[in-house]
């Protein structure tokens, strides 16, 4: 199953592509809308069944005022919101990962009275201040190597 989704002021489209569902009879596509969730269940399309269960939308909707359509392979499901505003996500999961590994990444500084090579090495430094052990690890033996490789002799970067 793929999906994808978009929003209005009022309502979340989500946008299920199922190839030849729009063949099944109507009863056998349903869908189950609680406050916070929707579980889309197909029967016995192509001898198969199929569900998707998005939990903890990230906004509460209409129960009622939520509701399904079948097109040529798509379930479209419409969730109409019962706060009317857009968001940036769909389910609380999705917010928690992306601002988890999708942090706001510093703008790079344009001073081109430094040195290129200073910029460089802030951005080296910060990757090892902000690494875990085995990235520190790293980072240490490949400066090790490259200072040996360079004539410095063997080190201890620590």
């Not at 919101?81 to 940036?88: I, N, Q, R, S």
């Not at 942090?103 to 430094?125: F, H, Q, R, V, W």
Request: charged share 30%.
């Amino acid at each position: 199953i793929n999906y994808g989704w978009d929003q209005s002021d009022k309502s979340v489209k989500i946008y299920i592509t199922l190839t030849g569902v729009h063949q099944v009879p109507t009863e056998n596509v349903q869908v189950h809308f609680t406050e916070r969730s929707f579980d889309l269940l197909v029967k016995n399309l192509s001898g198969r069944s199929y569900s998707m269960t998005v939990n903890n939308l990230l906004k509460p909707i209409s129960v009622e005022g939520s509701s399904k359509k079948v097109k040529t392979d798509t379930v479209l499901i419409l969730c109409r919101k019962k706060v009317e505003k857009a968001g940036d996500y769909l389910a609380q999961v999705e917010k928690d990962c992306c601002s988890y590994t999708c942090k706001e990444k510093e703008k790079p500084s344009y001073d081109t009275e430094t040195d290129a090579s200073d910029g460089l090495m802030n951005i080296l430094k910060k990757i090892y201040e902000e690494g875990d052990n085995d990235m520190k690890q790293t980072i240490n033996k490949a400066w090790k190597t490259e200072f040996s490789i360079l004539g410095g002799g063997d080190i201890d970067p620590q």
